[in-house]
């Protein structure tokens, strides 16, 4: 997929997240979320600018979505710590989700192509595709874009429809 079609499956895999913060905090939390999930879309596509990594190589497996959701993570807990621990808590514990989660949508976007992924490599070497549409399928990119617009702001406009 390229860079809509990857913001696109972010803003899905966050929405129930979403609507949780949205929930318990408010639409300004859910919304920045949703930016953040949504500028992290394309870290795993890093590796098409670094020479020496093979592109949906390492960057695409779930060890580099554990390994992003804990730098991350680490990066939460530091800013939260500035209110004490329980607020460096959760938000440590937050970022380390919407990181992970931002990076598994993307190489689960990527298993709709015929190219496919290698989640587990280098411990399991099975390729998974779906072979849905090509990455460049631009009805495929926008479709995912709309429907993560769509379903991230029903997410959010019903996370702040509950009361509290």
Known sequence: MYRK????????????????VTALLSIEAG???AAGVASTAMVPDLDMRV????????????????FVGVVLGGVGLAVGLQRGLAEALLFGAAAFLFAAVTIVSHILADALTPTGIRPYAPVRDTEYSLDLFTAANPFANYGLLGLGGVVVAVALVAGEAVPV
């Open 51 to 66: 020479p020496v990594v093979r592109h949906r190589g390492i960057t695409h497996t779930v060890w580099f979505a554990l």
């Open 5 to 20: 079609g990857h913001v696109g499956a972010s803003l899905v895999v966050y929405a129930p997240f979403g609507f949780l």
């Open 31 to 33: 919304l920045v979320g």
